[in-house]
């Protein structure tokens, strides 16, 4: 019996302990134990930034209405004067002054984007399709268009013509909305780009059979008319006088292995000039993989960038008999990508959702992430400062010069467009919601 009451009070006092153990881990939480581990678990960007940047506060908001997809958001939905802007709110087209946000007029009803400021007036798109010319000072009516341009996408003015882009091309006199035509290709054409340049417009469109390859199309400014097309060719990085420079392309049948540029006469079509740099100086017989850099050109220089990598050559010299200047963003990842730039003498990069830049006077590199703990959405430069949106909201105004953060701008929103200067206010496009603070004294450019 003893014997029982014994083992009876052993089970008693194991039973108690085991408790015990269960409510100290109950009450702990976690319990850390030396072993194997066990991979359940991951820790990535676990921080914050230690950065203390300086909150603005928004001097005016304008609810806007919400263009028809995220992409869209890209090009913005606001057209500016000197010292007004230009938006969309309920199917109205309002007239805001820049520095007050005061409203000055509305015109219209079921009117959406897009919208363009031209030579003191707004034309502007609608549900029907038909366009509005609206004197931008006093918001009256102008003209209508009697010819509809149904889901309009983009609007381009040159030489006192408003050109539609809708899938094609509609051409409209923009002094009183004349129709005037509609381009004679077949197929779609895009709508993010358009050159005029002389009496054609260019345009480049992606075409497909058994494979895909680029086409320059120019078409005649006063007809519509396709003029010549050309294969293989991308939309020009440069135009003066009667010329155009163009990057050829690369197809699965015409390996193009280094960077081309074809310059182009705008009336024949004709190429009468052809540039070949090998910058990385490639042996292209002994490269299966290998292809034109991403190329661009300002002022008198030409450059193309590989990745982490840029170059530069002079623009009217052999390429082949000049000597190149090269930089690169060292220290981060060959896999970033050039996304600005030149500006200010330096060259802008993204990376991992990141910013950073290379001074060009001696190769070295700059971070413009301080105070940023999410990725970038989307940036843009306006005098000495760079505007960084983030994927939490915040827009952070970031000093070009010294990579100092100078102030930032909760806005809570996720997808923005441009960020633009008018009348000393920097204005914020969200989805929805256009909101304004005065530009930094700090990062106006400098006289």
């Known amino acids: 019996m003893r014997e029982l009451r014994r083992i009876v009070m052993k089970r008693g006092a194991r039973a108690a302990a085991a408790l015990l153990t269960v409510s100290a881990l109950l009450l702990s939480g976690t319990a850390v134990y030396a072993g194997i581990d066990p991979h359940t678990s991951y820790v990535g960007a676990n921080f914050d930034t230690s950065t203390v940047v300086p909150t603005v506060k928004v001097q005016w908001s304008v609810i806007a209405d919400k263009l028809p997809d995220d992409f869209r958001m890209n090009e913005g939905y606001v057209a500016a004067s000197s010292s007004t802007l230009f938006v969309i709110q309920s199917g109205k087209l309002l007239a805001i002054q820049a520095r007050t946000g ?13 919208l363009l400021y031209e030579d003191g007036r707004i034309v502007v798109n609608s549900d029907s399709g038909n366009l509005y010319g609206v004197d931008a000072i006093k918001g009256k009516k102008l ?41 004679n290709y077949s197929e779609q054409l895009p709508s993010d780009q358009l050159l005029v340049q002389g009496n054609r417009l260019l345009i480049e469109n992606t075409e ?10 120019a078409f005649d400014s006063s007809t519509g008319k396709e003029a010549w097309r050309l294969n293989n060719e991308t939309f020009p990085i440069d135009a003066r006088g009667n010329n155009v420079i163009s990057s050829r392309a690369q ?21 009468v000039k052809t540039q070949v740099y090998n910058p990385q100086n490639i042996d292209v017989a002994k490269k299966d993989f290998y292809g034109p850099g991403h190329t661009w050109i300002i002022g008198d220089k030409v450059f193309i960038a590989y990745q982490s990598s840029v170059y530069s050559y002079p623009l009217n010299q052999d390429p082949s008999t000049v000597k190149r200047e090269a930089y690169k963003l060292t220290g981060i990842s060959d896999q970033a990508t050039l996304a600005a730039g030149p500006y200010d003498g330096r060259l802008i990069f993204a990376y991992s959702g990141q910013v950073y830049g290379v001074k060009m006077v001696n190769n070295s590199p700059i971070s413009y992430n301080a105070g940023m703990s999410n990725p970038v ?36 929103a996720r997808v923005f467009g441009k960020t633009i200067a008018v009348d000393g206010m920097i204005i914020v496009q969200t989805k929805g919601k256009m909101l304004a603070f005065p530009e930094p004294k700090q990062l106006k450019v400098k006289a």
């Open 251 to 271: 197809t699965m049948f015409d390996h193009v292995m280094l960077t081309t540029l074809d310059t182009i006469d705008v009336q024949t079509g004709k190429v």
């Open 143 to 183: 003209w209508t268009t009697s010819v509809p341009s149904k889901e309009a996408t983009k609007l381009f003015a040159d030489k006192g013509q408003l050109y539609v882009m809708n899938g094609d091309i509609q051409a409209y006199r923009i002094s009183d909305g004349k129709f005037l035509w509609k381009d």
């Open 102 to 114: 005061k409203k000055l007029w509305s015109f219209g009803t079921h009117l959406k984007a897009p």
């Open 377 to 412: 959405a989307r940036f843009d430069i306006i005098g000495q400062g760079i505007y960084v949106a983030l994927t939490d909201g915040k827009l952070i105004a970031t000093d070009l010069t010294t990579a100092k953060p100078v102030l930032q701008l909760q806005t809570y």
């Open 208 to 217: 497909s059979g058994a494979y895909m390859y680029s086409v320059l199309h």
